[in-house]
């Protein structure tokens, strides 16, 4: 191996150099006559210079998400009868980058919440996936702004930026409001990060927590 990587990108182009290197005989003739091989179902070629030098390039782009890492067997054999073959062996890494947004188990969330609970009680959790390895995978949530009854949603429900979780920060009633929807987003830290969105549509219960009024006769 006159130079080789021992890693790379995800996104590298079709004909990526992965490698370099020579083969020699030292025999003659038709004993001395080399060819290199590949495993076909590796996404890479070699391709034949001058003087037995070959390079290693990939075919397509690769998918760390898919296959991570690749170990790669070129065998070289000569012209002789019977012909004889060498291998060579070395560990290609692909390396992640951020091209998978984090996603949400549901497309949607609904929950309910009795009315009159206990101000910070955890509510409900969302969870994100992200298949990128790293700061590409880390997520962290947040609420979209938005405003309830001229008051600022935040005022109502919090989210733990890193676990997800949703926390009441007032006691409801529903006799002001019977729901809030939401929209949380889930972002990675990738550079630049990627995000998603998803909704959740929180219910309030009654509770009877009102007595009867006499309107008539005063």
Do not use: W
């Amino acid at each position: 191996m006159t130079s080789a990587t021992s890693s790379v990108s995800e996104d590298s182009l079709p004909g990526t150099i992965i490698g370099l290197f020579n083969v020699h005989d030292r025999d003659s003739g038709q004993n001395a006559f080399t060819t290199c091989s590949l495993p076909e179902d590796l996404p890479f070629k070699l391709e034949k210079s001058v003087d037995n030098y070959y390079r290693l390039v990939t075919t397509r782009a690769l998918d760390r998400e898919q296959v991570s890492s690749y170990n790669i067997t070129v065998t070289a054999t000569d012209g002789g009868s019977p012909p004889l073959s060498t291998e060579a062996h070395f560990m290609l890494q692909v390396a992640d980058i951020n091209d998978n947004p984090p996603t949400f188990s549901q497309v949607s969330y609904f929950t309910y919440i009795p009315e009159n609970n206990a101000r910070g009680a955890s509510i409900f959790s969302v969870t994100a996936q992200d298949p990128d390895s790293n700061n590409n995978a880390r997520i962290t949530y947040a609420l979209t702004e938005d405003t309830l009854q001229g008051a600022p949603l935040s005022s109502f429900v919090s989210i733990n930026s890193n676990t997800g979780v949703l926390y009441a920060l007032r006691s409801f009633d529903y006799e002001q409001f019977r729901d809030l929807k939401l929209l949380v987003t889930a972002s990675d830290s990738g550079n630049p990060p990627l995000s998603s969105n998803v909704s959740l549509s929180l219910f309030v219960l009654d509770q009877n927590d009102n007595a009867p009024e006499i309107l008539y006769p005063a």
